[in-house]
């Protein structure tokens, strides 16, 4: 198992390297870049650049200084707030957004796993179709376009939530809503379809012809394998839950780090745009490694692969 | 031996039979249906898959048509008539700029169709071409190409995406380069998975032995025989396209004003849903929802249809 | 020896509803199996003696299968007519049963040692540590080494022989008083299946188990059945005991049956298959179903369902060519 840990992290530290340089050449190769002629901006500005990214300096050695920068996770000045780091941006906007992904997956899941659950034991049933109608319209209703529907009606026609803002819980349950229904339906079927092929295994009729109560069958011998390929997805949902949030926080005025990282596209703040996006793929790519390790201890067949000398 | 039971049966019966030996030797048969034929059989019994095509037809078919008969355009400005609520001079109503909203949505749907299509047939024939060759060169060459697909996978796709469109100029063109830039990987996963299993049939290496190159034998040995699970992926691709177009526009990145893509204005209309001029968010939200559910229904339709030992 | 048997069926008739119509997978069938010993159900695919046993141990799908007629006892309650809880006290507890792939039998995310215990804890209320004990006394039992270390082992760490073994285990684990055995060594190489085999006769001669086991295999019959049933088209066509059905085959197609298994000492011309296919079980013959393939078959065969013939106290037979009242007249017609 020690070998496939070392393994998934190299392979995260490779990738995050990989985007940092991809981030760096789209910056600077890309002829418009703000690095070499900027318009908007003041001297003072222009000289803060030049100091923190060396632009001075022979293409190689700002790529240098740009990853020291990185791994040291100082991301210079902000062009567009100019009294503010990127990092301060970052530091103020992060516990936001992590607050909210974080009610998010964990609402996505939980929910997911129980309706899925109950669509597969109804298995054509009514509940079956009415579960599985409910994840089709949840995987095909943008969330964007959902957000404002639900403000639409929730906030401004029945009032009964806020419209924007992250004040107090009450402002937490239309936004989480709307980033959350998406990855539920994922889950949903998933699980579902995972949970039907898992009941036709041989182990399960072996479980039922011991005598062991229905509850038992689903729960410690068909989830625990269904569960692995919900696992899996769960890296590339939580990608989509990420940029999810940029929308999100747009809509509903959350000051996270998502709005500002859209507010620096629009305004073109170049180290905000690359620290950010350097800044959420670490995150991301980190998350991918966590979920590869509960993977690991999900299925004693990767945990105990490198010890097969056994049989 | 009791008097009526010799009477039980009349005497011919008890006669050995005679019977055709020809008719054990005829099994019933069935009577011939392809694959094709069986698959789309079973689609047409699934109602919402039928329903999602359907739609979908009409969908293209107003997409192509609508404009072209429609009095109004799709970006001329009209400020005496902003705002206005749906009526019989205009279907769905104007927005802010006194467009014709009805005329705009159908040109989002052109947009957004286009956008769609486009990147499932380049993630298609990128996916092919790498995922068949790394598949059927095997050994290095294919550890080595997964090796780079597994390092793109793990890139998040729609940062990349707004990466990109934020140094490109954002355009139809370039909206669609930044879509298809990684997304071919699932269609090349896929295909590769495929032509691993076939391509030790006899079949293939029948192909071989005639010296037919790599592309041939992708072409016309190994791909009838994976259309199935490709299609079922361009299916699903179309409308994760579209979202990310949608969602592209939203952010400002994706199709520029004045034209009318259904994220652009799903975004123009958000300022104005608390003056409760619910249509102008209402048409593009609808109609990028019911194509995304076409398009994932038919999709699982066709999945069902085309591997059926899935489910039932 | 007229002792009570253990399990008696008795006119069981199942039926399933598919998109194509229903179809009449067990008619009208009667058995018995006396305590203490092996019954050996045969058949060819698709007979019906898989869908029995299901039947016996409370597993047929619940949306599909209706049984339609007929009595399941055991120890003379009818299995039938108890709820899904009271089922489930018998489960794996008075009956077991075991399946025929041991790759796949076994939950890949368990323990052996949880597998074998979670039965024997649910139904004798026993300590984990007792549960254990027992677990790796089992395992001993049925010829598995190091039965401690294998308690905190994954399926996949074993063979397939050993799996099998696991499995037998786990059956017995609450010493129950049948043992249902759906093609265990079927999927097994012939060595191991001697092996398997041998360990059945042992337990039985240890515990006093009765044992059904379904086969489309002669050869294990012929290595431990006591008591032998005959299965074709959902209705058993003959049974009795070993020697019965090998030296005296009175059906046509149990006598088929034995000539179409290859012999050393045969020669190449005297293996005979059975030609044609089994009836179409959506709408059964309305006479003999073995009537299109019998090379004995009368008129009469077509005509009228046959009824069971006692040919002695331990043999039965579904045919007119055996019942009196075709044999006399055919006496006659000589």
Request: hydrophobic share 45%; net charge positive.
């Amino acid at each position: 198992m020690k070998n496939y840990v070392i393994k998934r992290f190299l392979l995260m530290i490779g990738t995050i390297f990989i985007i940092a340089s991809l981030t760096f050449i789209l910056m600077h190769l890309i002829p418009g870049s703000p690095f070499e002629q900027d318009r908007q901006t003041s001297a003072a500005v222009q000289e803060n650049l030049r100091a923190f990214h060396q632009l001075d300096q022979p293409l190689y050695i700002q790529y240098f200084s740009y990853l020291k920068s990185i791994a040291t996770f100082n991301f210079g000045p902000s062009i567009a707030s100019p009294d503010t780091t990127v990092n301060e941006l970052i530091g103020r906007g992060f516990p936001v957004s992590f607050e909210l992904g974080l009610w998010a997956i964990g609402i996505a899941l939980v929910s997911g796993l129980v309706l899925g659950v109950m669509a597969a034991l109804h298995h054509n049933g009514l509940l079956d179709h009415l579960c599985m109608g409910i994840a089709v319209l949840g995987i095909s209703i943008p969330n964007f376009v959902l957000s404002t529907l639900l403000i639409q009606e929730f906030a401004v026609n029945l009032g009964w939530f806020p419209a924007a803002t992250w004040r107090t819980p009450m402002h937490m349950v239309l936004p989480v809503a709307a980033l959350a229904t998406a990855p539920m339906a994922i889950i949903a079927r998933l699980i579902r379809s995972s949970m039907l092929e898992t009941l036709t295994q041989d182990y399960i009729k072996m479980a039922r012809a011991k005598g062991l109560s229905p509850m038992r069958v689903v729960i410690r011998h068909a989830l625990r394998n269904a569960l692995m390929p919900v696992v899996t997805l769960l890296g590339t949902l939580m990608a989509s839950i990420l940029t999810g949030t940029f929308v999100i926080e747009k809509i509903f005025a959350i000051p996270g780090m998502g709005r500002y990282f859209i507010d620096s596209i629009s305004t073109r703040d170049y180290p905000v745009i690359m620290g950010t996006t350097v800044f959420y793929s670490t995150i991301l790519v980190f998350m991918l490694f966590l979920v590869d390790m509960a993977y690991c201890l999900l299925d004693p067949r990767i945990r105990l692969h490198h010890h097969k000398g056994q049989a | 031996m009791k008097p009526h039971e010799q009477d039980l049966f009349p005497p011919e019966w008890l006669q050995p039979a005679i019977r055709n030996t020809g008719d054990l030797h005829n099994t019933i048969e069935r009577p011939y249906v392809s694959y094709w034929q069986d698959a789309w059989q079973r689609l047409r019994r699934n109602k919402l898959a039928m329903l999602g095509l359907v739609f979908l037809l009409a969908l293209v078919s107003m997409a192509i048509f609508a404009p072209l008969f429609s009095p109004y355009s799709a970006t001329a400005q009209d400020l005496r008539n902003q705002n206005l609520p749906p009526s019989a001079l205009h279907w769905f109503g104007t927005d802010d700029l006194g467009r014709d909203v009805f005329t705009r949505t159908w040109q989002g749907a052109r947009i957004s169709l286009f956008v769609g299509f486009m990147a499932a047939l380049i993630d298609f024939v990128i996916g092919v071409a790498y995922g068949g060759y790394s598949g059927l060169k095997g050994g290095k060459t294919d550890a080595v190409m997964m090796r780079i697909v597994e390092i793109l996978y793990g890139l998040p796709y729609l940062l990349m995406v707004i990466l990109l469109m934020v140094v490109m100029k954002p355009s139809l063109l370039t909206i669609i380069i930044a879509l298809t830039i990684t997304g071919w990987i699932s269609m090349a996963r896929i295909v590769r998975g495929q032509v691993l299993q076939l391509k030790n049939l006899e079949f293939v290496t029948a192909s071989r032995t005639f010296g037919a190159s790599p592309g041939r034998i992708i072409r016309k040995n190994l791909l009838p025989n994976t259309m199935g699970p490709i299609i079922v992926q361009m299916t699903l691709t179309v409308p994760s396209a579209i979202f990310a177009e949608a969602f592209l526009s939203f952010l400002g990145l994706g199709i520029q004003a004045p034209h009318a893509s259904w994220g652009v204005m799903t975004n123009d209309a958000l300022p104005v849903i608390l003056s409760g001029d619910w249509w102008q968010l209402f048409f593009p939200a609808l109609f990028i929802s019911l194509t995304m559910f076409a398009f994932n229904v038919l999709g699982d339709g066709l999945q069902d249809a085309l591997d059926p030992k899935l489910k039932k | 020896m007229n002792t009570l048997p253990l399990l008696e069926i008795r006119h069981l008739s199942i039926q399933f509803r598919t998109h194509g119509g229903h179809i009449h997978a067990v008619r009208d069938l009667s058995l018995a199996v006396p305590p203490g010993q092996t019954l050996a159900i045969v058949g060819e695919s698709g007979c019906g003696k898989s869908v029995t046993c299901n039947a016996i141990m409370g597993l047929l799908p619940q949306q599909t299968a209706k049984i339609t007629r007929g009595e399941i006892l055991f120890k003379g309650q009818n299995l039938l007519d108890l709820d899904a809880k009271a089922m489930r006290q018998l489960q794996g507890n008075r009956i077991a049963m075991i399946f025929q792939d041991p790759m796949t039998a076994l939950n890949p995310t368990l323990t052996i040692g949880e597998q074998l215990t979670e039965g024997v804890i649910r139904h004798q209320n026993l300590a984990p540590n007792d549960a254990r004990r027992k677990a790796e006394q089992m395992l001993s039992l049925v010829g598995i080494a190091n039965p401690h270390e294998r308690l905190g082992q994954y399926p996949h760490q074993l063979s397939g022989g050993m799996r099998q073994r696991v499995v037998i285990a786990i059956a017995l684990m609450c010493e129950p008083e049948l043992l249902i055995a759906d093609e265990p060594t079927t999927a097994l190489d012939v060595t191991i299946q001697a092996q398997i085999l041998d360990l059945f006769s042992q337990i039985q001669a240890a515990t006093g188990i009765a044992i059904i086991l379904i086969t489309h295999d002669l050869g294990v019959v012929a290595q431990i059945a006591n008591q032998v049933a005959v299965m074709y088209a959902g209705q058993c066509v003959e049974s009795g005991s070993q020697r019965d059905i090998f030296y005296h085959p009175q059906h046509p197609y149990t006598q088929g049956l034995l000539q179409s298994v290859p012999r050393l000492d045969m020669t190449r011309e005297s293996l005979r298959p059975i030609p044609g296919q089994p009836p179409d079980l959506f709408s059964p013959p309305p006479a003999c179903s073995f009537y299109p393939r019998c090379p004995h078959a009368l008129v009469v065969c077509n005509k009228v369902p046959p009824k069971l013939t006692t040919i002695s106290h331990t043999q039965q037979s579904l045919c007119w060519l055996q019942d009196l009242r075709t044999r006399s007249n055919l006496s006659a017609c000589l």
